[in-house]
């Protein structure tokens, strides 16, 4: 079974600090992994993913992720932060072989302080 | 930019009434999806449709519930008969290759 663990329920950052929310995941094939935002009353916007290739991807907004095979992990930076980034983060993971349904993590509230 | 769109909302129901889910996914999309959020839950995946059939379900994809994809545009969520635990945020989405793209979602509120 595939699963996804965001050990922090909000990080706080200061606005032009940098930023990393925490993503670990498991899975038994190679790991499809992704990265949604979410605004108060909005759907879950794509931010970037990794299916393969360079370990560090980058995504919308200035925002990039890396990939750690040994450590599992795939962890959201940014290098300096917004306070309009103030938002809720999801990891997700699918087995790049088989199904397409993503497992999401429980989230991560960043809070961006002015 | 296209996106994916759902109606309504907002809906409530009375628990046992049958409730139906729209969607418009993204138009050149092969991949159809359906999750769900439980207030301050996690995501949870439901079902997949793909060439017109049902590609992979969850256990929450219990009878209750059902898909459809009526016409070339529109992908539909059933449920028959409500329960008070099916309040949740409901989302769409679909894909074309990995990423998948949500919609704004329908929030269900059974009474």
């Known amino acids: 079974a595939q699963s996804v663990a965001q050990p922090e329920d909000q990080v706080n950052v200061a606005e032009g600090n940098p930023l990393t929310v925490k993503c670990t995941y498991s899975v038994s094939g190679n790991p499809y992994l992704f990265w949604y935002v979410q605004y108060p009353n909005r759907g879950l916007q794509f931010l970037l993913k990794y299916i393969t290739g360079d370990n560090l991807v980058k995504g919308s907004y200035g925002f990039e992720a890396e990939f750690n095979k040994s450590q599992t992990s795939f962890h959201l930076k940014k290098p300096s932060a917004l306070v309009s980034d103030s938002a809720l983060y999801f990891c997700?993971?699918?087995?790049?072989?088989?199904?397409?349904?993503?497992?999401f993590g429980s989230g991560t509230r960043l809070q961006v302080q002015p | 930019e296209p996106e994916v769109t759902q109606t309504p909302s907002h809906q409530v129901t009375q628990m046992g009434q049958e409730v139906i889910l729209r969607c418009v996914p993204i138009s050149n999309h092969l991949y159809f999806y359906w999750y769900r959020q439980i207030l301050g839950q996690k995501v949870e995946f439901l079902v997949s449709?793909?060439?017109?059939?049902?590609?992979?379900k969850s256990e929450i994809f219990d009878d209750q519930f059902s898909v459809e994809r009526p016409d070339g545009s529109n992908f539909t969520l059933k449920i028959r008969s409500t329960k008070l635990e099916d309040s949740a945020m409901y989302f769409c989405?679909?894909?074309?290759?990995?990423?998948?793209?949500f919609g704004p979602g329908t929030r269900l509120t059974v009474l």
């Open positions: 997700a993971v699918r087995d790049g072989a088989g199904r397409r349904a993503l497992t």
């Open positions: 989405a679909s894909s074309f290759m990995n990423e998948q793209f």
């Open positions: 449709f793909y060439n017109n059939e049902i590609s992979e």
